[in-house]
């Protein structure tokens, strides 16, 4: 069996995301860093299409994407993984993005029956039950990416966690009146989110109060969106007079977050003197805005996902793997304290099975 991804990361001491990065000269990678996985594939033999062609002797070596919003920093963040992967084993890849249920649904059947690829990467949507058993019945390779399901592979981050570490932080740091701003509750992450931000209030004695919670109304990328943002922080503010107003947030984005920071500025608030903001994804724009944030490794989720569809070509047969990514607290200037990274109350990194070789 030739060398593979895995082989790399374990003998240059990196994440498989670090070796991708590598491969594809990534400029987020430092020379020392390339260099070092570089000379590893050397010294292995590595062979990055060797792979893809032992795939393309049967199959089309065509993965579909089912994927929603384009434009959301998250996808595009997840994709650009999904991307290099592919295109170091030579692997073809359809992206259909869509924008509700009856597009995701038209797709997946589209995948089924055109008989054009070998396997399909569904993200961040609940997937339709009505699929379920064509699926199984057709054995189409499928990983589920930002949710779950138990028939099938899955990759997600623990939102539920991340949430209690951004609310815990704020609460560490002094604050008991702590608002949130979320998205569509039709959403897995912003369900999760909100769960996780009212266990931390409880585990400190804190009341839970929907009275401090705003839930976008804004339809577009279920409310993952800076207009979704910047209003609902706007409505915060409006509720926030009085001895019970927030004097802290978590935000369960931060495209969302950019948003509340630009309202914060529009009603001169200050922000973290009068009140502390904590977003979740550690997109590039989170670091310009000084952001404190919960950090999702979108990159390496991207390359995992289509790592693991190749794994269940390879092993049709084998249980269902649940892959879960623990995030990690980045704090920066908005929450207040002192700059930092924070490896999650469990522990950082990725919790998987053995890949399959």
Do not use: W
């Amino acid at each position: 069996m030739g060398i593979t991804i895995y082989d790399l990361a374990r003998e240059a001491g990196v994440g498989i995301g670090t070796v991708s990065r590598c491969l594809n000269n990534h400029p987020s990678v430092s020379a020392k860093t390339r260099e070092k996985v570089l000379a590893v594939a050397k010294r292995l033999s590595y062979q990055p299409h060797a792979h893809a062609q032992r795939l393309a002797s049967k199959k089309s070596n065509t993965f579909s994407t089912i994927i929603p919003f384009f434009t959301n920093y998250f996808f595009i963040e997840v994709l650009q993984g999904v991307q290099d992967r592919a295109s170091e084993l030579g692997i073809d890849l359809i992206l259909y993005g869509v924008n509700n249920t009856a597009q995701a649904e038209y797709y997946l059947r589209r995948s089924l029956h055109g008989g054009r690829v070998d396997g399909v990467m569904f993200f961040s949507m609940k997937f339709p039950e009505s699929y379920v058993a064509k699926f199984e019945q057709m054995k189409l390779p499928l990983v589920i990416v930002d949710a779950y399901h138990e028939k099938f592979d899955s990759l997600l981050v623990k939102n539920l966690e991340g949430a209690k570490q951004a609310t815990r932080h704020l609460i560490s740091l002094g604050h008991r009146n702590i608002g949130m701003i979320n998205a569509s509750l039709e959403t897995t992450p912003a369900r999760e989110r909100l769960e996780g931000y009212k266990l931390a209030l409880a585990e400190a004695g804190i009341p839970f109060d929907m009275e401090k919670v705003v839930i976008t109304s804004n339809g577009k990328q279920d409310g993952f969106n800076r207009e979704a943002g910047y209003e609902s922080m706007k409505e915060m503010l409006r509720r926030g007079f009085g001895r019970n107003r927030a004097t802290a947030v978590f935000i369960a984005s931060d495209v969302q977050a950019i948003g509340a920071l630009e309202a914060a500025r529009e009603f001169g608030v200050r922000v973290p003197e009068d009140i502390a903001v904590v977003g979740f994804d550690d997109i590039e724009l989170a670091k310009h805005a000084q952001l404190t944030t919960v950090r999702q490794p979108m990159y390496e989720m991207g390359t995992l996902a289509l790592q693991m569809l190749i794994n269940r070509m390879k092993n049709p047969c084998a249980a269902p793997n649940h892959s879960t990514f623990l995030p990690e607290l980045v704090i920066r200037k908005t929450c207040g304290a002192q700059p930092g990274v924070v490896s999650s109350s469990l522990h950082s990194g990725i919790e998987l099975g053995e890949p399959s070789s």
